[in-house]
């Protein structure tokens, strides 16, 4: 089966911070990210400015594209929207001191994707993520870093990619439904389902091992007055991935592994290698303030 691995940038945020009555203190803030592919050049990938302890705005850098960045806008210091340089923006919709909806829109003001979010717990169960038109070029220069990466890694948006590729649907809408479940404080499996006349996709990522550091993204979204999200308490050491379809009565299975390496500062990753099946894929280093 053939596989298309999108550019995506791992982001890991900044360290664990103390949360009270929706502020987030962080204990280090994150100053540039550096991205160096398999049997590529190290290269600048990210640069971060901060007011205080609020994120203003991420600028991404690549050889692949032109330059562009993301300003975090804000109401009584809880995330309201991110904007990017041409316009295009993220709105964010809350439940209580929850994301209930998050939505994408162009500049003309056409949305492009929605994300619904149920929780258990004060944890995200489920997502029901839908995109509203697909352009290969233009879906895979969203998903380079920028806010969509932030919400889901690229274990996911890789699974999306590959059905949306293969998809026969006439409709100008994808639907796809998340669903997590938790061991303690770890995510211990993610499932992306997708189906459509004559095709469905199913991709499961088991969670094998964590290391016992501190993951840089737990309580990240506490700074935007958000509830625990979607990560876990430690970093992943492996995991599992099932990639399945049935097309048009055919059905086919892929099976791989993911493993990572961690250099570490004190508790937090700051050398992160991303591994599939034995073959180093690229390599994330993290500088803070």
Same mark, same amino acid.
């Given at each position: 089966?053939?596989?298309?691995?999108?550019?995506?940038?791992?982001?890991?945020?900044?360290?664990?911070?103390?949360?009270?009555?929706?502020?987030?203190?962080?204990?280090?803030?994150?100053?540039?990210?550096?991205?160096?592919?398999?049997?590529?050049?190290?290269?600048?990938?990210?640069?971060?400015?901060?007011?205080?302890?609020?994120?203003?705005?991420?600028?991404?850098?690549?050889?692949?594209?032109?330059?562009?960045?993301?300003?975090?806008?804000?109401?009584?210091?809880?995330?309201?929207?991110?904007?990017?340089?041409?316009?295009?923006?993220?709105?964010?919709?809350?439940?209580?001191?929850?994301?209930?909806?998050?939505?994408?829109?162009?500049?003309?003001?056409?949305?492009?994707?929605?994300?619904?979010?149920?929780?258990?717990?004060?944890?995200?169960?489920?997502?029901?993520?839908?995109?509203?038109?697909?352009?290969?070029?233009?879906?895979?220069?969203?998903?380079?870093?920028?806010?969509?990466?932030?919400?889901?890694?690229?274990?996911?948006?890789?699974?999306?990619?590959?059905?949306?590729?293969?998809?026969?649907?006439?409709?100008? *809408?994808?639907?796809?439904?998340?669903? +997590?479940?938790?061991? $303690? !404080? %770890?995510?211990? /499996?993610?499932?992306? @389902?997708? =189906? #459509?006349?004559?095709?469905?996709?199913?991709?499961?990522?088991?969670?094998?091992?964590?290391?016992?550091?501190?993951?840089?993204?737990?309580?990240?979204? *506490?700074?935007?007055?958000?509830?625990? +999200?979607?990560?876990? $308490? !430690? %970093?992943?050491? /492996?995991?599992?991935? @099932?990639? =399945? #379809?049935?097309?048009?009565?055919?059905?086919?299975?892929?099976?791989?592994?993911?493993?990572?390496?961690?250099?570490?500062?004190?508790?937090?990753?700051?050398?992160?290698?991303?591994?599939?099946?034995?073959?180093?894929?690229?390599?994330?280093?993290? /500088?803070?303030?």
């Amino acid at each position: 089966m053939k596989k298309l691995f999108l550019l995506i940038v791992a982001l890991c945020f900044l360290a664990i911070g103390c949360e009270k009555e929706g502020v987030y203190n962080p204990d280090k803030k994150i100053k540039r990210v550096f991205l160096q592919e398999e049997n590529g050049e190290k290269y600048l990938s990210q640069e971060w400015s901060w007011e205080k302890n609020l994120l203003k705005k991420i600028q991404y850098h690549s050889p692949y594209y032109h330059s562009w960045e993301e300003n975090y806008f804000y109401k009584k210091n809880r995330l309201e929207k991110v904007e990017q340089n041409n316009g295009n923006n993220w709105k964010i919709t809350y439940k209580g001191n929850a994301y209930e909806k998050v939505e994408f829109f162009e500049v003309q003001g056409t949305k492009l994707l929605s994300a619904e979010f149920t929780y258990e717990k004060k944890r995200v169960s489920k997502v029901l993520l839908t995109f509203y038109s697909y352009d290969v070029n233009y879906l895979t220069k969203m998903l380079n870093g920028g806010f969509m990466a932030n919400l889901f890694p690229r274990e996911i948006l890789k699974s999306i990619d590959n059905s949306i590729t293969k998809s026969k649907s006439k409709s100008d *809408s994808f639907i796809y439904t998340i669903t +997590f479940t938790y061991d $303690k !404080n %770890n995510i211990k /499996e993610r499932v992306i @389902e997708y =189906s #459509e006349e004559g095709y469905t996709m199913k991709t499961s990522h088991k969670f094998e091992k964590y290391d016992n550091k501190s993951n840089p993204l737990y309580r990240f979204y *506490s700074q935007f007055g958000v509830t625990d +999200f979607v990560f876990s $308490k !430690n %970093n992943p050491l /492996e995991i599992t991935v @099932e990639f =399945s #379809e049935i097309e048009d009565g055919y059905s086919d299975t892929e099976r791989y592994t993911i493993t990572f390496d961690y250099l570490y500062n004190d508790k937090f990753p700051t050398v992160v290698k991303y591994i599939e099946d034995g073959y180093p894929i690229d390599i994330t280093f993290y /500088e803070y303030e």
